[in-house]
């Protein structure tokens, strides 16, 4: 190990400069392109072997991504998260941030995964695959997911009434940012949302791209008194036509509203 010191050292520095340098960007284009440049290269000759410890402790670990030289976020098959959650406080204890990817539908294991205490250490969770409206509901009815900041569901097949459990949920009370695009929301969706009294208080941004919405369930969505605390509201890539993006950006004034191609910036499924 004491060979693998220097590298291992030098990657923390680089990931702490890349940090500063992303929060103060004028004139650190060139600087920023060097930073990346080297740490793409120490993770490509010390990447696998900084990794190692964790794929052999944690069933089911896919990816590892550093954040200031330790693991910070974990791509997990979702599967295996009930074993791999038994010893993740032990083997990566500065992991806040978890993608627990479903290849196949498993009865059940939506009620087990969001049992688990160690959610409560997260500060991000995003799902991936089909976990429908079974798995929304137990993620919104879970005692352990009150530390979460962001929340990705897009395209994990959830339906109205799992989308609607999710924006109703007090057990989210934290998260600022929920992704629930490329679900299939359409007009039974939105009139869902529309009865749903209170989002999480903190929530700000809410994606809703790519989900069947139209005019007519814009218009349910511009009517919910909820929607007017919201900070922005995507609805990209749906049959929103100008008239009804205007009237809905006339209604939700406070709101700063995207109904273009834009990317959401939580759809990750590439």
């Known amino acids: 190990m004491a060979t693998d010191a220097a590298p291992r050292e030098r990657f923390t520095e680089v990931q702490r400069q890349l940090a500063a340098v992303n929060e103060d960007r004028d004139g650190a284009d060139d600087r920023l392109a060097g930073l990346l440049a080297e740490e793409r290269e120490l993770l490509r000759e010390h990447g696998a072997e900084w990794e190692r410890p964790l794929r052999a402790a944690i069933p089911g670990l896919a990816r590892v991504f550093f954040s200031d030289g330790m693991p910070h976020n974990l791509l997990l098959d979702a599967a295996q998260f009930p074993d791999a959650g038994a010893v993740l406080p ?13 290849a196949n539908l498993v009865p059940g294991l939506a009620a087990e995964v969001f049992a688990l205490p160690v959610l409560a250490s997260l500060e991000g969770l995003s799902l991936k695959g089909p976990w429908g409206t079974a798995g929304a509901r137990a993620l919104a ?8 900041t962001t929340l990705d569901l897009s395209y994990c097949e959830i339906g109205p009434a799992g989308v609607a459990a999710v924006l109703a949920s007090i057990a989210i009370a934290s998260v600022g940012e929920i992704d629930l695009s490329g679900n299939r929301i359409g007009f039974d969706g939105a009139t869902a949302i529309a009865a749903v009294k209170q989002f999480p208080p903190a929530l700000r941004v809410l994606h809703l791209g790519d989900a069947d919405l139209h005019d007519g369930a814009i218009a349910l969505l511009a009517a919910a008194p909820a929607f007017r605390l919201l900070g922005e509201l995507w609805l990209n890539d749906n049959a929103v036509s100008a008239a009804g993006a205007a009237e809905l950006r006339r209604t939700l004034r406070n709101t700063a509203v995207h109904t273009g191609t834009e990317n959401t910036g939580g759809d990750r499924r590439g």
Request: aromatic share 4%; no cysteine.
């Open 141 to 148: 009815a879970s005692k352990h997911v009150g530390n979460l």
């Open 90 to 102: 032990t083997v990566a204890p500065t992991v806040r941030y978890l993608t627990l990817d479903l």
